[in-house]
């Protein structure tokens, strides 16, 4: 027999944090939820943490990884961007050389 873990929304640990700072106790917001308090208090310090963004993607916490890791796939794609610029405007300026010079006589 294989137990399943529990899958939780960004929206149900959001507000289960929301009743911790509403003023209810560790304790309590654990047992109404069934929850353990370890779990509870982690999701507490990933909120106090990153904010709005703390359970981004599948309830899955928001990391400074994740973040560095689209930062780098922007950073690529803005490579390959530039480089494709790049070869459009030598093409730019060969074309226009063997044309005659500056252009200036058009």
Not at 35 to 58: C, D, L, T
Not at 70 to 89: I, P, S
Request: zero cysteines.
């Amino acid at each position: 027999m294989s137990l399943r873990r529990r899958q939780f929304s960004q929206e149900f640990k959001a507000r289960v944090v929301r009743e911790l700072q509403a003023g209810k106790s560790l304790a309590q917001v654990a047992r109404e939820h069934q929850i353990h308090v370890s779990m509870v208090r982690e999701w507490r310090a990933k909120y106090e943490q990153y904010g709005e963004r703390a359970f981004q993607g599948n309830g899955r916490a928001y990391t400074d990884e994740a973040r560095v890791a689209e930062l780098e796939r922007m950073v690529g794609q803005l490579t390959m961007e530039n480089a494709l610029l790049k070869r459009g405007l030598a093409r730019l300026e060969g074309r226009t050389r063997r044309e005659g010079g500056n252009g200036a006589g058009r």
